[in-house]
Protein backbone atom coordinates (compact mmCIF):
# COMPACT_ATOMS: atom_id res chain seq x y z
CA UNK A 1 0.00 0.00 0.00
CA UNK A 2 1.51 3.31 -1.05
CA UNK A 3 2.58 5.55 1.97
CA UNK A 4 2.14 9.22 1.77
CA UNK A 5 5.62 9.73 1.02
CA UNK A 6 4.82 7.66 -2.08
CA UNK A 7 2.43 9.67 -3.77
CA UNK A 8 3.71 12.14 -6.57
CA UNK A 9 4.58 15.69 -5.21
CA UNK A 10 1.67 17.53 -6.60
CA UNK A 11 -0.86 15.24 -4.89
CA UNK A 12 0.69 15.49 -1.38
CA UNK A 13 0.84 19.48 -2.23
CA UNK A 14 -3.00 19.00 -3.12
CA UNK A 15 -3.68 16.78 -0.02
CA UNK A 16 -2.04 19.69 2.26
CA UNK A 17 -4.35 22.11 1.09
CA UNK A 18 -7.41 20.47 1.19
CA UNK A 19 -6.57 19.35 4.83
CA UNK A 20 -5.60 23.44 5.48
CA UNK A 21 -9.19 24.37 4.08
CA UNK A 22 -11.20 22.32 5.55
CA UNK A 23 -9.05 23.61 9.03
CA UNK A 24 -9.46 26.98 7.78
CA UNK A 25 -13.08 26.47 7.18
CA UNK A 26 -13.82 24.83 10.93
CA UNK A 27 -11.35 26.86 12.92
CA UNK A 28 -10.42 29.82 10.87
CA UNK A 29 -13.04 32.25 13.12
CA UNK A 30 -10.64 31.77 15.71
CA UNK A 31 -8.01 33.49 14.62
CA UNK A 32 -9.68 37.37 14.48
CA UNK A 33 -11.88 38.71 17.03
CA UNK A 34 -14.40 40.13 14.63
CA UNK A 35 -17.47 38.58 13.83
CA UNK A 36 -18.37 38.45 9.64
CA UNK A 37 -21.19 40.67 10.40
CA UNK A 38 -19.53 43.19 12.57
CA UNK A 39 -19.38 46.64 10.47
CA UNK A 40 -17.16 49.82 10.76
CA UNK A 41 -17.60 52.48 8.61
CA UNK A 42 -14.40 54.65 9.73
CA UNK A 43 -12.52 51.00 8.89
CA UNK A 44 -13.87 50.53 5.55
CA UNK A 45 -11.58 49.30 2.58
CA UNK A 46 -8.40 48.57 4.89
CA UNK A 47 -5.24 46.88 2.83
CA UNK A 48 -4.02 44.29 4.33
CA UNK A 49 -0.99 44.29 6.42
CA UNK A 50 1.30 43.18 4.06
CA UNK A 51 0.16 46.65 2.20
CA UNK A 52 0.31 48.95 4.47
CA UNK A 53 -2.78 47.95 7.26
CA UNK A 54 -2.80 47.54 10.75
CA UNK A 55 -2.39 43.86 12.47
CA UNK A 56 -6.00 44.40 13.87
CA UNK A 57 -7.25 43.76 10.19
CA UNK A 58 -4.80 41.16 9.06
CA UNK A 59 -6.39 40.94 4.93
CA UNK A 60 -7.77 43.77 5.54
CA UNK A 61 -11.52 45.05 4.98
CA UNK A 62 -14.25 45.28 2.45
CA UNK A 63 -16.88 48.38 1.53
CA UNK A 64 -18.64 48.35 4.75
CA UNK A 65 -15.44 47.86 7.31
CA UNK A 66 -16.04 43.83 7.65
CA UNK A 67 -12.83 42.12 8.52
CA UNK A 68 -12.05 39.95 5.13
CA UNK A 69 -10.61 37.33 7.78
CA UNK A 70 -13.58 36.67 9.52
CA UNK A 71 -15.97 36.93 6.15
CA UNK A 72 -13.32 34.48 4.58
CA UNK A 73 -13.39 31.91 6.81
CA UNK A 74 -17.42 31.92 7.49
CA UNK A 75 -17.69 31.97 3.65
CA UNK A 76 -14.96 28.81 3.64
CA UNK A 77 -17.47 26.98 5.97
CA UNK A 78 -20.18 27.80 4.06
CA UNK A 79 -18.52 27.04 0.67
CA UNK A 80 -17.44 23.56 2.39
CA UNK A 81 -21.20 22.60 3.53
CA UNK A 82 -22.76 23.33 0.07
CA UNK A 83 -19.99 21.35 -1.64
CA UNK A 84 -19.88 17.99 0.65
CA UNK A 85 -23.61 17.65 1.20
CA UNK A 86 -24.69 19.03 -2.59
CA UNK A 87 -21.98 16.17 -3.93
CA UNK A 88 -23.48 13.76 -1.70
CA UNK A 89 -27.09 14.23 -2.95
CA UNK A 90 -26.02 13.77 -6.54
CA UNK A 91 -24.01 10.86 -5.94
CA UNK A 92 -26.99 8.81 -4.17
CA UNK A 93 -29.24 10.53 -6.29
CA UNK A 94 -27.70 9.32 -9.02
CA UNK A 95 -26.18 5.88 -7.96
CA UNK A 96 -29.20 4.93 -6.88
CA UNK A 97 -30.95 5.83 -10.35
CA UNK A 98 -27.78 3.78 -11.79
CA UNK A 99 -28.31 0.75 -9.90
CA UNK A 100 -32.17 0.48 -10.58
CA UNK A 101 -31.42 1.23 -14.44
CA UNK A 102 -28.50 -1.38 -14.79
CA UNK A 103 -30.50 -4.17 -12.00
CA UNK A 104 -33.81 -4.03 -13.14
CA UNK A 105 -33.40 -3.12 -17.12
CA UNK A 106 -36.59 -2.62 -19.01
CA UNK A 107 -38.90 0.10 -18.85
CA UNK A 108 -37.24 1.52 -15.97
CA UNK A 109 -33.63 1.45 -17.85
CA UNK A 110 -34.86 2.99 -20.30
CA UNK A 111 -37.03 6.15 -18.65
CA UNK A 112 -33.81 6.45 -16.11
CA UNK A 113 -31.42 6.93 -19.27
CA UNK A 114 -34.12 9.36 -21.08
CA UNK A 115 -34.15 11.09 -17.84
CA UNK A 116 -29.83 11.10 -18.19
CA UNK A 117 -29.85 12.56 -21.38
CA UNK A 118 -32.66 15.47 -21.03
CA UNK A 119 -30.20 16.44 -17.56
CA UNK A 120 -27.11 16.18 -19.75
CA UNK A 121 -28.70 18.36 -22.63
CA UNK A 122 -29.17 21.26 -20.08
CA UNK A 123 -26.75 23.02 -18.49
CA UNK A 124 -26.96 22.77 -14.52
CA UNK A 125 -26.86 26.14 -14.16
CA UNK A 126 -29.41 27.32 -16.58
CA UNK A 127 -31.63 25.45 -14.34
CA UNK A 128 -30.70 26.68 -11.27
CA UNK A 129 -31.16 30.29 -11.95
CA UNK A 130 -34.65 29.27 -13.59
CA UNK A 131 -35.22 27.70 -9.94
CA UNK A 132 -33.58 30.18 -7.52
CA UNK A 133 -34.86 33.15 -9.74
CA UNK A 134 -38.74 32.18 -9.28
CA UNK A 135 -38.12 30.71 -5.44
CA UNK A 136 -36.56 32.76 -2.46
CA UNK A 137 -33.43 31.43 -2.14
CA UNK A 138 -32.00 29.64 1.17
CA UNK A 139 -28.98 27.46 2.17
CA UNK A 140 -31.81 24.57 1.80
CA UNK A 141 -32.45 25.46 -1.70
CA UNK A 142 -28.92 26.09 -2.60
CA UNK A 143 -27.49 22.56 -1.20
CA UNK A 144 -30.85 20.92 -3.08
CA UNK A 145 -29.81 22.39 -6.21
CA UNK A 146 -25.93 22.10 -6.31
CA UNK A 147 -26.80 18.73 -5.09
CA UNK A 148 -28.34 18.02 -9.26
CA UNK A 149 -25.39 18.98 -10.79
CA UNK A 150 -23.80 15.92 -12.21
CA UNK A 151 -26.06 13.71 -10.91
CA UNK A 152 -26.78 12.03 -14.75
CA UNK A 153 -22.71 10.86 -14.66
CA UNK A 154 -22.76 8.59 -11.35
CA UNK A 155 -25.90 7.28 -12.99
CA UNK A 156 -24.24 6.40 -16.61
CA UNK A 157 -21.06 5.06 -14.30
CA UNK A 158 -23.12 2.59 -12.03
CA UNK A 159 -25.38 1.53 -14.33
CA UNK A 160 -21.68 0.38 -17.08
CA UNK A 161 -20.47 -0.69 -13.76
CA UNK A 162 -23.43 -2.67 -12.28
CA UNK A 163 -24.08 -4.05 -15.62
CA UNK A 164 -20.41 -5.82 -15.89
CA UNK A 165 -20.54 -7.05 -12.30
CA UNK A 166 -23.88 -8.78 -11.94
CA UNK A 167 -22.72 -10.94 -15.56
CA UNK A 168 -19.91 -12.18 -13.44
CA UNK A 169 -19.78 -15.90 -12.64
CA UNK A 170 -20.28 -15.62 -8.58
CA UNK A 171 -22.93 -13.31 -8.97
CA UNK A 172 -25.03 -15.52 -11.42
CA UNK A 173 -24.49 -18.33 -8.89
CA UNK A 174 -25.96 -16.35 -6.16
CA UNK A 175 -29.34 -15.50 -7.79
CA UNK A 176 -29.15 -19.51 -9.28
CA UNK A 177 -28.53 -20.52 -5.40
CA UNK A 178 -31.51 -18.04 -4.64
CA UNK A 179 -30.24 -15.01 -2.54
CA UNK A 180 -32.35 -11.87 -2.26
CA UNK A 181 -31.44 -9.10 -4.85
CA UNK A 182 -30.87 -7.05 -1.66
CA UNK A 183 -28.06 -9.66 -0.46
CA UNK A 184 -26.82 -9.63 -4.55
CA UNK A 185 -26.77 -5.90 -4.60
CA UNK A 186 -24.93 -4.97 -0.69
CA UNK A 187 -22.48 -7.98 -0.73
CA UNK A 188 -21.53 -8.07 -4.47
CA UNK A 189 -22.43 -5.24 -6.66
CA UNK A 190 -21.87 -2.23 -4.40
CA UNK A 191 -18.29 -3.04 -3.15
CA UNK A 192 -16.82 -4.02 -6.64
CA UNK A 193 -18.67 -0.34 -7.97
CA UNK A 194 -17.84 1.80 -4.66
CA UNK A 195 -14.46 2.32 -6.26
CA UNK A 196 -16.31 4.13 -9.27
CA UNK A 197 -18.65 6.30 -6.77
CA UNK A 198 -15.49 7.90 -4.73
CA UNK A 199 -13.42 8.85 -7.60
CA UNK A 200 -16.75 10.52 -9.43
CA UNK A 201 -17.22 12.33 -6.35
CA UNK A 202 -13.67 13.81 -6.08
CA UNK A 203 -13.81 14.54 -9.78
CA UNK A 204 -17.38 16.02 -8.94
CA UNK A 205 -16.55 18.01 -5.71
CA UNK A 206 -15.01 21.01 -7.40
CA UNK A 207 -17.72 21.60 -10.35
CA UNK A 208 -20.28 21.73 -7.42
CA UNK A 209 -17.66 24.53 -5.34
CA UNK A 210 -17.38 26.19 -9.04
CA UNK A 211 -21.03 26.26 -9.55
CA UNK A 212 -21.82 27.28 -6.25
CA UNK A 213 -19.16 30.25 -6.47
CA UNK A 214 -21.18 30.81 -9.54
CA UNK A 215 -24.49 31.32 -8.19
CA UNK A 216 -23.06 33.67 -5.64
CA UNK A 217 -21.14 35.59 -7.33
CA UNK A 218 -24.58 36.64 -9.61
CA UNK A 219 -26.32 37.09 -6.35
CA UNK A 220 -28.46 34.15 -6.27
CA UNK A 221 -26.50 32.07 -4.10
CA UNK A 222 -26.33 32.59 -0.32
CA UNK A 223 -27.75 36.23 1.09
CA UNK A 224 -27.16 38.19 3.27
CA UNK A 225 -26.35 37.89 6.14
CA UNK A 226 -24.63 35.00 5.47
CA UNK A 227 -21.97 34.78 2.86
CA UNK A 228 -19.76 32.41 0.87
CA UNK A 229 -16.65 32.93 -0.88
CA UNK A 230 -18.94 33.47 -4.20
CA UNK A 231 -20.13 36.40 -2.56
CA UNK A 232 -17.29 37.81 -1.21
CA UNK A 233 -16.02 38.02 -5.00
CA UNK A 234 -19.18 39.09 -5.82
CA UNK A 235 -18.97 42.18 -3.26
CA UNK A 236 -15.39 43.26 -4.33
CA UNK A 237 -15.88 42.91 -8.24
CA UNK A 238 -16.36 46.58 -8.48
CA UNK A 239 -13.25 47.37 -6.58
CA UNK A 240 -10.51 45.27 -8.95
CA UNK A 241 -8.24 48.53 -8.78
CA UNK A 242 -8.33 50.31 -6.13
CA UNK A 243 -9.32 46.97 -3.58
CA UNK A 244 -8.24 44.11 -5.36
CA UNK A 245 -7.70 41.74 -2.17
CA UNK A 246 -11.59 41.45 -1.80
CA UNK A 247 -12.23 39.69 -4.99
CA UNK A 248 -8.02 38.32 -5.06
CA UNK A 249 -8.33 35.94 -1.87
CA UNK A 250 -11.49 34.13 -2.32
CA UNK A 251 -10.82 33.48 -5.98
CA UNK A 252 -7.30 32.20 -4.99
CA UNK A 253 -8.92 29.96 -2.40
CA UNK A 254 -11.74 28.88 -4.71
CA UNK A 255 -8.86 27.82 -7.57
CA UNK A 256 -6.78 26.40 -5.56
CA UNK A 257 -9.28 23.93 -3.82
CA UNK A 258 -10.53 23.18 -7.30
CA UNK A 259 -7.23 22.63 -8.78
CA UNK A 260 -6.18 20.17 -5.63
CA UNK A 261 -9.49 18.13 -5.13
CA UNK A 262 -8.91 17.52 -9.51
CA UNK A 263 -5.66 16.33 -8.66
CA UNK A 264 -6.48 13.88 -5.62
CA UNK A 265 -9.34 12.98 -8.01
CA UNK A 266 -7.57 12.12 -11.17
CA UNK A 267 -4.76 10.28 -8.72
CA UNK A 268 -7.48 8.24 -7.51
CA UNK A 269 -8.44 7.22 -10.54
CA UNK A 270 -5.37 6.31 -11.24
CA UNK A 271 -4.56 4.45 -8.48
CA UNK A 272 -8.13 2.60 -8.33
CA UNK A 273 -8.63 2.02 -12.14
CA UNK A 274 -7.21 -1.58 -12.62
CA UNK A 275 -6.78 -1.20 -16.07
CA UNK A 276 -4.86 2.42 -15.61
CA UNK A 277 -2.68 0.68 -13.29
CA UNK A 278 -2.02 -2.35 -14.88
CA UNK A 279 -0.60 0.59 -17.77
CA UNK A 280 1.61 2.85 -15.73
CA UNK A 281 3.06 -0.28 -14.82
CA UNK A 282 3.97 -1.71 -17.95
CA UNK A 283 4.80 2.07 -18.99
CA UNK A 284 7.31 2.16 -16.32
Sequence with gaps: ??????MPLAVRISIGFVILFVLFALFGGFLTPYDFRQTSLLDRFE???FLGGTWDHVLGTDGRGRDLLARLAMGAKVTLLVAIFGTLIGAVFGSLLGLIAG???GKADTLIMMAVDVQASVPIIIIA??????FKS??????IMVGFS????YARLVRASTLSVRERGYVTAER??????ARIYLRYILPNIFNVILVQFTINLPLTVLLETALSFLGLGVQPPMTSLGQIMSDGRDRLLTSWWLTMFPGAIIFFLALSVSIVGDWLRDQLDPTLR???RRGT
Excluded: H
Design 138 to 143: SLLLIV
Design 150 to 153: GWEN
Design 278 to 280: NAG
Design 47 to 49: PPV
Design 176 to 181: VLGASP
Design 1 to 6: MRTFRD
Design 103 to 105: GRR
Design 129 to 134: LFVLAL
